[in-house]
């Protein structure tokens, strides 16, 4: 019996803004356009096919169309968004790139990036790539007012560890650029360690990191090794300055000395790990988890300020609030 290939159909492709595409640069994966077929029906077309450079009189022909979003096919994702990671300083520079397009863009390199560091965390490739994907964002949420809501308006809420370390990131660039006391560079340094900060998560068992239940004893003690541990590994592939590193091993501390893994106190837990433990905290309660639903912003913070104060820094957790500003009640 002959065997008929199976059409695709629009849940095989995946959306992708024309605007993201440079010129001359070489796209690793096919780009379609949607046409109407007769029938009503929706038809995905072969446009150009990968590893051919994106040329001007491509996109001209495109825009001329009125065509401003292309797609590619959803088993090309993750080329997109190595495609998107390696031309992302281009997105964030360009001013026909909408503030939405140009967070999508850098929302979803990053997640592409984080998911493959923590599958392997012990490749110091993908730690090279994060440290030039955070200058770009601290470059991006530094230079343009508008960055920092409209990351989060491109930011899952739905928590995995991959998202979380990218929100964290986020919260924790924008916390440091608002307190005004900060070089450029340090931010930068503040920033690595916020996206690296959970990579001991990815020496962790899944049995027990993806547990659908309460730890035991037993299971504690390993998810709790995850911030030295991850430092120690960060620390024999170098390139990370122990400055970042401070946050990865410091971001479960709390003034109180009720945090770990050293459950030090005041004056001895350094400001970035501060910093750090308020943009865990607040993204850790505001997305969904099996066990309970995501807090609005407003919620989050009522409870941070509420029952963590003897916990956080009080001062930076006003300043936190403040960069919310009104916008933590309406998300
Ligand atoms: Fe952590
Ligand atoms: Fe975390």
Redesign the pocket.
Known sequence: MATRKMEKTAADFREIPLHSLRINSVTNFDIYIKVAARNQEERFVLYRERNIPFSESARKNLTDCGTDILYIDASDEKEYQLYLENNLEAIIKDDEVSHAEKSNAAYQCAIGLVEQLLENPRSGEHVKRSKLFISNLVDYLLSDSHAFFSLMTSMSFNYLTYT??VN?AVFGIALAHKLGQFTQHSINTIGSGLIL??VGKGLIDPRILDKNGPLNDDEWAVMKRHPADGANLLRSLGNVSEQALIIVEG?HEKLDGSGYPRGIRGVDVHQYARIAAIA?IF??LTTRRPYRPALRSFEALELMKKEMSEQLDRDLLREFILLLGDRAARI
């Open positions: 979380h370390s964290v900060h959970d971001h865990d993204d850790a």
